[in-house]
DNA sequence: AGACACGATTTCGTATACGATGCACGACCA
DNA sequence: TGGTCGTGCATCGTATACGAAATCGTGTCT
């Protein structure tokens, strides 16, 4: 009945091959291993002090979910998104999330619903700021708040894991576009009130959706075209 | 410039864990390990005539897929799926298939859509017919033809994996519920007809999402309540 | 008879070792 | 001088080995 070891919060509970994945994909996620940075097996394994074994499983697993690509005998590096694979990947973000976001709304409670509205007006104070990073950061909390309540863990794992694969270009969305930000914060409101009024779960669904494909239709169109 | 392995046809191209995972997986995906199975590295490597540390990246892979699920210092076996499970899956299914069809509609080619009507034909000559795995193949077959040329790969390839992740169970929906296939196979009509009239995206996207709800809630309804 | 404790066995987790592969650099030849 | 071939180093791929955890069976005590 004692705890396995005091002195460890609760790491040691892990297994190293756990340790890794989890300390790898931070450095991903928080963008310390930009895209296109080398895995190499053993500079990781002297940096968590493990052998390479667990360094090669955890990266198997980063493999799978994407997040990392890998060659045979060559081997893996943080995974790139081109500009084609940004736009598939927010096309399966719109489909799922606003379905995750439908599915949620009757599971908001007024909590959720103040929070979000919250954030939202924290957004449209910042719209002028400069600082891109933290509105983007905010934006996503805003969705995160209206899709988390959503009863299917298995639609919320795919929505985190297809914000996860675009990495640090995820926060290229917000800010990319000039004009665009107010928009944004103009159709949150707009899905606020659709939810608050309790609309049929298809319009809210279509809500989040067009705002997912107005965003990037500008980011592309601004990007693109100039 | 040389074949590394003349008689080995091209297995020997690939690592022994991408070969360990592909067999492990084949062997799920068919059934021969059944849910629940226990996948003991020891066996597989025996039986695959290597040691287990290719085993052990396989396993990793599959977990991360969702295909096998872990338990630490207790070992691997392949994902049971509950009913909860099952219905969480086939609504992202119903999400996501219906807008890669929605998405492919306008790729497909006439042959495409003979093909389609052509499997629908069969599958209405074979309703009454006492071969539920077939008529289930002949179904998925149907609706990947229809999906199949949607252009964003990643959709595609969620839609596979979920499908995947449903081993077995996927071949309870089609035939489980005595009406149903007959109904199904009108659906498919309807279908057909909306992608050749070049019906709006969201119409089709539309119809194949209810048509996926409509066999769900039709397993459901008559499996929990009878 | 049933429950608990303890040991044997199975199986997992990780380290280390060594062969294989790819890549970069430099030498050699035309 | 340019190109090609060979050599060495970095890194990956897999096998083997050993310690650790969990499970199962057995014996004992109540």
Redesign the interface.
């Known amino acids: 009945m004692s705890t396995p070891a005091p002195g460890v919060s609760s790491a040691a509970a892990l297994?190293k091959?756990q340790q890794a994945y989890e300390w790898i994909r931070a450095q991903i996620v928080a963008g310390s291993f930009g895209a296109g940075y080398r895995l190499v097996l053993t500079d990781l394994a002297d940096q968590l002090s493990m052998s390479v074994?667990p360094i090669?499983?955890a990266i198997?697993?980063l493999?799978?979910?994407g997040l990392v690509t890998f060659e045979?005998n060559v081997g893996a590096r943080v995974a790139r998104v081109d500009a084609e694979?940004y736009r598939?990947?927010m096309?399966?973000i719109s489909?799922?999330e606003s379905?995750a976001t439908a599915?949620a709304s009757r599971h908001l409670t007024p909590d959720d619903l103040r929070t979000a509205r919250e954030i939202n007006e924290r957004l449209r104070a910042g719209v002028g700021d400069a600082a891109p990073r933290a509105l983007s950061e905010l934006n996503q909390e805003f969705h995160r708040t209206l899709y988390g309540p959503c009863p299917?863990?298995?639609?919320l794992e795919?929505v985190q894991r297809e914000w996860e694969r675009l990495g640090a270009m995820r926060h290229s969305i917000f800010t990319a576009v000039p004009g665009r930000a107010a928009i944004s914060v103009a159709e949150h409101d707009r899905l606020l009130d659709l939810i608050e009024a309790e609309a049929p779960l298809e319009e809210v669904e279509e809500a989040v959706r067009s705002h997912r494909v107005n965003a990037l239709t500008a980011f592309l169109t601004s990007t693109r075209g100039a």
Do not use: F, G, K
């Open positions: 297994s091959s074994v090669r499983e198997r697993q493999t799978a979910e045979r694979q598939w990947a096309q399966v489909v799922v379905a599915l299917n863990p298995r639609m795919l």
